[in-house]
């Protein structure tokens, strides 16, 4: 005889019900992840919440359901539903939240920048020492303000934001900003700022005006190595932007020199000797950045694709631009070569630096696209 209307046993029908009821939605950290208790297998995976919150439903919306579904699909097997990841919502990324998130830092940082690019233009005409202690002491406070609104892009990603336009320019911008802060305390040189805090307000003013409505797609790699990865590729690429800065007014320089002719504001540049010194420092730090950048990319790819190395070209790319930046900082310590021709080489090499940037990361490699 077959009871019906108990825990253990009934009928076929009761089973069936049993099973439907048996599904969960977790709620935590902002996701809803459906989860199937029918069989050993588990569908899918979800991240441990911060608050954990778990409940049965005895009666739960079809629509709740299918889209916990689908993103655990996504969540479990990213290449299988890589059609499907545009039409997930993700935690916290809503469009307009997203875009107000960042603004106001981002404009403060902008301010910040301006008045201290106007404080480094009036340095070269000028010999009050407060000019220059303030523009330092406002391009350090754009820094802070700054590294604020990084902090808050990530927090609205749930992910590093290197994945658009936007967040790459406004990391660049901020890389350049320190290591010339760094220079120039290391140097104790604050003439060449006039022509690369330019860049840094550029790069910022874009990075705000382009800032995207929607949130870019979730990186292919989410973890603490790929984000040092991209980190410290794009600090090289600020440093080799500032030897490249330094080695232009190095050939100006010199030119004014052989023709005899300097301006007004000649005399407040540094010296040619040192202008060679602060180049040959800036490239050292890109080198060492580079070079560990490259070694954590391999891990990445391990991990990602199976393989340390894919001939992306990429990374062929990278693989010259360290080379070339080697020869230059060897090159440039020579008798024969220091001085204008080391600086040519030093603008040839970031010419290839703004080939990969543009170019290579645009139209030619697969995985990378703004860094």
């Not at 479990?76 to 998130?101: F, H, I, L, M, W």
């Not at 403060?108 to 233009?121: F, G, P, R, T």
Request: glycine share 6%.
């Amino acid at each position: 005889m077959i009871q019906t209307g108990t825990r253990s046993t009934g009928s076929p029908r009761q089973a069936l019900r049993n099973r439907v009821l048996r599904s969960s939605v977790v709620i935590g950290s902002g996701r809803c992840v459906f989860r199937c208790h029918d069989s050993k297998d588990i569908r899918a995976w979800h991240r441990p919440p911060v608050l954990p919150m778990e409940r049965w439903y005895a009666s739960t919306s079809c629509s709740a359901i299918i889209a916990g579904a689908r993103e655990g699909l996504v969540a479990a097997n990213p290449s299988a539903a890589k059609g499907r990841q545009d039409s997930v919502p993700r935690a916290g990324c809503t469009g307009p939240a997203y875009t107000e998130t960042a603004m106001p830092t981002s404009i403060a940082a902008l301010l910040l920048y301006a008045i201290s690019l106007v404080l480094y233009l009036w340095l070269l005409y000028t010999n009050r020492p407060w000019v220059g202690v303030s523009a330092t002491t406002l391009l350090a406070g754009g820094l802070l303000v700054h590294y604020f609104s990084l902090m808050e892009r990530a927090r609205a990603l749930d992910s590093v934001p290197y994945q658009d336009l936007s967040g790459s320019l406004s990391l660049f911008a901020w890389l350049l900003a320190l290591t010339y802060l760094g220079l120039e305390m290391f140097h104790r040189q604050r003439s060449v700022g006039a022509f690369v805090v330019p860049v840094v307000f550029v790069l910022a003013l874009f990075s705000t005006v382009f800032t995207p409505h929607q949130p870019p797609a979730p990186p292919e790699a989410h973890s603490t190595v790929f984000a040092l990865h991209v980190t410290l590729n794009v600090l090289a690429y600020s440093a080799f932007a500032i030897a490249f800065v330094l080695s232009v007014i190095f050939l100006l320089q010199n030119r004014m020199l052989r023709d005899r002719a300097p301006g007004r504001t000649f005399w407040r540049f540094p010296a040619l000797e040192l202008l060679e010194r602060m180049s040959r420092s800036s490239v050292a730090v890109g080198l060492l950045a580079l070079s560990v950048g490259i070694v954590l990319g391999l891990i990445v790819s391990r991990d990602v694709r199976g393989r340390f190395w894919s001939n992306d070209p990429k990374e062929l790319i990278s693989v010259l631009i360290l080379l070339g930046y080697t020869a230059y900082l060897w090159l440039s310590r020579t008798t024969r070569w220091r001085g204008a021709r080391a600086s040519w080489l030093c603008v040839i090499n970031f010419v290839v630096v703004l080939f990969s940037l543009t170019i290579v990361n645009l139209y030619l490699s697969e995985f990378h696209r703004y860094f």
